[in-house]
């Protein structure tokens, strides 16, 4: 790895919220916040790698406590969002944490980071890569974030394909939800579902596909169509080793671009907060008629 190149460092915590064991989320019960830790008050779903957690949480071994965007601190001074599990308390001197700007709702501030994976992800693609008429697959938080992404970046249209024509995405400028895109039309498809054999095929030749899901990992690409068709295949995920700072300054531009230029009324309709105590439900429900139709679910952790 280049010298200038680093990993966001990992943060201590302790205390989480939500166990996942045998293909359910069990709650914990709340534990004294340490010295030196600051108690985590928010947390943040992110539906498909949980989903495929509580799953593989049946396999021996497979036990794990969920979630990994835990929020503390308040708004007044800008919420502190962390990589620890759901409701956890955590260090905020140990690094790798982000700091909203004051005066941050906990909306966007969950939102926010969301776009900036986007962010970072983009940032992967070979340069002069045309962004106009993007494929994005998928319509949850992850394809919510990118979509948003490529409006801040002047993309006067997006193609979202999601089996949910009216999904709440549809609700960001420029995009257009489709319920199919033609085999072998895209030059540019950004897989935020992680099913990417699908989204490689709608690649015309040449044209590149951008891994910001998280791709399962039996996942196979067809290698003999992606040499023949000059395909390129860029990882995004947002915790690739970056330029020291280039994590908290994507999530700062994200936040504050969020807050200067999102209509404050498509919040309630991106966002749901729900109390933590309902999580066991919830996670029951991923994947089927009892997921929330809005792509973020913020649990509170105040009660």
Known sequence: MPADLVHPPVCRYAGPRIHLAGGLARLLPAAPTPDGMIAGRFS???PGTERRHLKASNDPGGARDAGYITVGGDASTGWVLAAVP?????????GGTLTAPPGTGVQVTALARFQQMAILGLEQLPAHTELD???VVGSGPVALGCALELCRRGAPRV?????????????VPGVECVTSVSRGSARLVIDAAGRPRRSVMLLTSGGTLG?????DPGSVLPSLSLHRSGWTVIGMHELTAAATGRYADAYLAAA????WHLDPGLLDDWCRITPGAEAPALYAGLGGPGQPPEPVVIFSWEV
């Open 44 to 46: 943040v779903l992110s």
């Open 133 to 135: 008429d993007a494929v």
């Open 211 to 215: 891994l910001l899901g998280t791709p």
């Open 159 to 171: 193609r979202v394909l999601t089996s949910r024509p009216h999904a709440p995405i549809s609700r």
């Open 86 to 94: 759901h409701g956890a308390a955590f260090d905020p001197s140990s």
């Open 256 to 259: 504050t671009w969020l807050r």
